[in-house]
């Protein structure tokens, strides 16, 4: 079992940055790929970034491409995304992704950006 725990949300203006960061807990040594998705009120659940375990290979979303960097401390089994020029349509809440055999989540940090 993996346990997947994200912090860093909360609220900032448009143009702001946040850190989001994500611990993993557990067995984590199959990991293949982690990432983050979001989830605005009232859309689906979308893809924002996602990078693989071992080589670091990363990909984004159009919509977040050359503002967020997603990156990886393997050691300390942490995952973070690096949000820069916040626009209002960022606003979501925004979930870690593991994945293996089979698929983890955690359980979403709130991010608002205010216009």
């Known amino acids: 079992q993996v346990q997947l725990v994200e912090s860093g949300g909360g609220l900032v203006q448009a143009g702001g940055s946040l850190r989001l960061s994500c611990v993993a807990s557990g067995r984590t040594s199959s990991t293949y790929a982690m990432g983050w998705f979001r989830q605005a009120p009232g859309k689906e659940r979308e893809f924002v970034a996602a990078i693989t375990w071992s080589a670091g290979t990363t990909s984004y979303a159009d919509s977040v491409k050359g503002r967020f960097t997603i990156s990886r401390d393997n050691p300390k089994k942490m995952l973070y995304l690096q949000m820069n020029s916040l626009k209002p349509e960022d606003t979501a809440v925004y979930y870690c992704?593991?994945?293996?055999?089979?698929?983890?989540w955690g359980q979403g940090t709130q991010v608002t950006v205010s216009s």
């Open positions: 992704r593991l994945v293996q055999s089979r698929v983890y």
